[in-house]
């Protein structure tokens, strides 16, 4: 099964801070807000973004584990689990 992206708080603000100002810098971007309630609102995105994937993870071990018996004579697990991620992805418009 595929490990989630783990990012620590400071690294998602130094993430959040770099496409701020390049965005500013190098596509014309004009912010109506300040730079720190711009950046906030990207690290919460980014956040929850995370939290999304791994609640969708979490689901996809738990189904695989309910029909792991159906699922073993036809593919391997990491397959299926990869399958049920993308169908779950897919099901609920959120981008892997």
Not at 9 to 33: C, F, R, S, T, W
């Amino acid at each position: 099964m595929t490990p989630l992206m783990r990012m620590r708080p400071d690294q998602i603000e130094l993430l959040a801070n770099y496409l701020i100002h390049h965005a500013i810098k190098d596509g014309g971007v004009v912010l109506k807000k300040e730079d720190s309630q711009v950046v906030g609102r990207i690290v919460s995105l980014i956040t929850q973004n995370f939290e999304e994937e791994a609640k969708l993870n979490e689901e996809a071990s738990r189904l695989l584990e309910q029909n792991k018996r159906k699922i073993a004579l036809q593919i391997d697990e990491d397959r299926a689990y990869q399958m049920i991620r993308k169908q779950l992805a897919k099901n609920r418009g959120f981008v892997l």
